[in-house]
C-alpha cells in the first residue's frame, strides 16, 4: 500500500543536472534570494548596510524588484502596506544593530495590525555571536532578543544550509494567521561566503488554514438563532480574511446590525440599512451594543479603541471569533471560537436560519441620529467638510493611509471606506510617520489605482526623506499633509488635561517649497478648494504633496461621561 507520506517528488534530469553543476559565484546571499523568489516573492524592500551587503549584491543577480527607502522604519512601513494590500509575505532587507532596531516601531505596527512582513537582517560574523563582547562594529549581546517581543517567530541562521529552510519556516509563520512579522538573521560571513550549496527551486509552503471547533459553531448558532437582539462587531479580521461578503449574508439572514470597528472600516457597506457605521467612541453605539442579548465578535480583541476605551459592559451573551489565541476573551467573558473570520462565518452560515425582524433597520437609523445629532451641537462644520472633500476626491477604490492625526480620528469613526481593504491607519501600535511610507509600499502593490496618503506637520517630519523615494520610483502617491503647526492632538490632549500644553508646537518647514526641492509637485490649499486640488493631484501621474494649513478639533469624547 503506499501512503501520501511516501511519496517523493522527484528531480528532473534538468534539475539534477543544475544541482550538480550550480553556477560559479554564488554566495550565502544568492541563497537569500533564491529562496525568497521559489517562495514566490516578487519584491523586496530595504535599506543596505556593512553586514548585510552580501545579499544585496546578490540581488543585483536575481530577478526580485527592490526598492530602496531612505529610513528602515520607513521601510518596514512600505512592507506592511505591502503585506496588506497584497495578502503576500512582504520581505524587508536590514542591516545589523541600528538598521535593524530602527525598523522595531513598524514590526509593532505589522504585528498588531496582522501584516505579513518577513524582515531579514544580517548580523555580525559568526565568530561574534553568543553575548561576548568582540567589538564588532553594530555589535549587540543579543540582537534576537530585541524582536522576540515584538514579531511573531524569530528564525537564526549560523550555516548557509540553514538559510532555504529557515526562510521557507519564517514565511510560513509570516502567512499563517493571524498573518504578522517575523524575524530572520543571518552572520555577515554566512552571507559572503562562496555557497556549494545547488540553485535553490523548491519552496512550497502551506500555511495551515485555522477552522472553527464545530462543537463552538453549534453553539454560536443556536445562541444566534434564539437572539431577539442580535448585533454584529466586524473587526480588521474580516477584512484580512478577505470574508466582508459573508458577514453582509450573515447580517441579513439574522438582521442583525453591524459596527465595524477602526480596523475593520469597509467589512460592511456603510450605507446597509443595518450598518452602525463606525461610531464607536460615541455613548450611543456604545448603549446599543451592550444592550443586545447576542454580541458577534468577529476579527476583532475588543481592545481600547474598540470598547470606547473599554467602557463597555456588555450584559447579554459575546461569541467572538477570532485567529489571535492571546486575544479571545482577553477582555470579556464569551463563547470564544479561535478560528479564521472567513471560515467561521462560513460555518455560521450553513448552520444558523432565517431571522426576520423588520423593526432593526429602524433602530440602527435611531442610533445613527442620535449620534449625528450630537457631532451637530458641537459646530464642528470645518472638520465635516474637510473629510467629505477627501472622500469626495479619493476615487472609490483607492487606498487611503492615515497617520496618527486629527483627521485620521475623524475618519476612523465617520469615514466611509467603500471598499474592503483599501482604508488603513496606524491604530494597531500607535506610532507617527506611517501614512506616507505605508502609501509608497501600497502603490508598489498595485500601481493600477492612486494611491492617498493623509498626515499631520509632525507625522510628516518622521518621513519626509521618503519624498525621494516616491521621486525615483515615480510612485502614484498623493501625499495630504493637514499643517496646524505642532502635534495638534496632543496640544488639545494636554490643554484638556493640564490647561495648557507643553512641547506641542513645532515650527515647520515650507511644506510644499520642500516638496518641489526633491521634484514633487507640490501646492497649497484651502478647506473650499481642497476637493479640487487633491482630485487633480491624484488624476495626475507621480507623487504630489497636497498642503492644508488648518487648525482642526475633535469631536467631544463620551467615554468620560
Not at 223 to 231: D, S, T
Not at 381 to 389: I, K, R, S
Not at 516 to 527: C, I, K, L, M, Q
Request: net charge negative; glycine share 10%.
Amino acid at each position: 500500500m503506499t501512503h501520501d507520506h511516501d511519496l517523493v517528488l522527484r528531480p528532473t534530469p534538468a534539475q539534477t543536472e543544475a544541482a550538480l553543476n550550480p553556477p560559479p559565484g554564488r554566495t550565502g546571499g544568492d541563497l537569500v534570494v533564491e529562496s525568497l523568489a521559489a517562495l514566490g516573492a516578487t519584491t523586496v524592500f530595504g535599506l543596505p548596510g556593512q553586514h548585510a551587503l552580501g545579499v544585496f549584491d546578490a540581488l543585483r543577480r536575481s530577478d526580485l524588484r527592490y526598492i530602496g527607502l531612505r529610513v528602515e522604519n520607513n521601510a518596514g512601513f512600505a512592507a506592511d502596506a505591502y503585506g496588506r494590500i497584497t495578502g503576500e509575505a512582504a520581505p524587508l532587507l536590514l542591516s545589523t544593530g541600528p538598521g535593524a532596531l530602527t525598523s522595531l516601531a513598524a514590526l509593532q505596527e505589522a504585528r498588531a495590525a496582522s501584516a505579513p512582513v518577513l524582515a531579514i537582517g544580517s548580523q555580525v560574523p559568526t565568530a561574534g555571536l553568543g553575548g561576548g563582547r568582540h567589538g564588532y562594529l553594530h555589535e549587540l549581546p543579543d540582537q534576537a532578543a530585541s524582536f522576540r517581543g515584538v514579531v511573531k517567530s524569530v528564525h537564526t541562521v549560523r550555516t548557509q544550509s540553514q538559510i532555504p529552510s529557515a526562510i521557507a519556516e519564517a514565511w510560513t509563520s509570516a502567512l499563517t494567521v493571524p498573518h504578522g512579522p517575523v524575524w530572520v538573521e543571518i552572520p555577515q560571513d554566512v552571507m559572503l561566503a562562496e555557497t556549494p550549496i545547488p540553485v535553490v527551486t523548491g519552496g512550497d509552503t502551506f500555511p495551515e488554514e485555522l477552522p472553527p471547533r464545530p462543537e463552538l459553531t453549534a453553539v454560536a448558532a443556536d445562541l444566534l438563532a434564539h437572539a431577539e437582539r442580535p448585533v454584529v462587531i466586524a473587526g480588521g479580521g474580516v477584512v484580512r480574511a478577505d470574508a466582508s461578503k459573508k458577514l453582509r449574508q450573515l447580517a441579513e439572514r439574522l438582521q442583525a446590525p453591524v459596527v465595524t470597528t477602526f480596523g475593520g472600516k469597509g467589512a460592511f457597506p456603510w450605507t446597509h440599512p443595518l450598518s452602525l457605521q463606525s461610531w464607536l467612541e460615541d455613548r450611543h453605539t456604545t448603549d446599543f451594543l451592550q444592550d443586545a442579548d447576542v454580541l458577534l465578535v468577529v476579527g476583532s480583541g475588543l481592545g481600547e479603541l474598540s470598547s470606547n476605551y473599554h467602557t463597555f459592559t456588555p450584559r447579554g451573551r459575546v461569541i467572538q471569533i477570532e485567529a489571535d489565541l492571546g486575544k479571545l476573551e482577553s477582555n470579556h467573558p464569551a463563547l470564544g471560537i479561535h478560528a479564521d473570520a472567513r471560515l467561521a462565518l462560513q460555518a455560521l452560515l450553513e448552520t444558523v436560519g432565517e431571522r426576520t425582524d423588520p423593526a432593526a433597520p429602524e433602530r440602527v437609523r435611531e442610533v445613527l441620529d442620535r449620534v449625528r445629532a450630537r457631532i451637530a451641537a458641537q459646530e464642528l462644520t470645518l472638520e465635516q467638510d474637510v473629510l467629505a472633500a477627501v472622500r469626495k476626491a479619493l476615487p472609490p477604490r483607492a487606498p487611503i493611509f492615515w497617520d496618527m492625526t486629527v483627521l485620521a480620528y475623524w475618519a476612523w469613526s465617520a469615514f466611509d471606506a467603500k471598499t474592503p481593504n483599501t482604508m488603513h491607519s496606524a491604530q494597531g501600535a500607535g506610532g507617527l510617520g506611517y501614512a506616507f511610507p505605508a502609501a509608497l509600499g501600497a502603490a508598489v502593490a498595485d500601481p493600477t489605482h492612486p494611491v492617498l496618503a493623509v498626515s499631520g506637520d509632525g507625522g510628516a517630519l518622521y518621513s519626509i526623506a521618503e519624498l525621494a523615494t516616491a521621486r525615483q520610483y515615480d510612485l502614484n502617491v498623493t501625499w495630504l499633509i493637514v499643517d496646524d503647526g505642532g502635534y495638534g492632538i496632543l496640544r488639545a490632549y494636554m490643554t484638556d488635561a493640564f490647561g495648557q500644553p507643553t512641547a506641542t508646537d513645532l515650527p515647520g518647514p515650507d511644506f510644499v517649497a520642500l516638496a518641489e526641492s526633491f521634484g514633487v509637485p507640490g501646492v497649497r490649499t484651502s478647506p473650499e478648494t481642497l476637493e479640487a486640488d487633491l482630485a487633480k493631484a491624484l488624476a495626475a501621474p507621480g507623487p504630489s504633496v497636497v498642503v492644508l494649513p488648518a487648525v482642526l478639533r475633535m469631536f467631544a469624547p463620551t467615554h468620560r461621561d
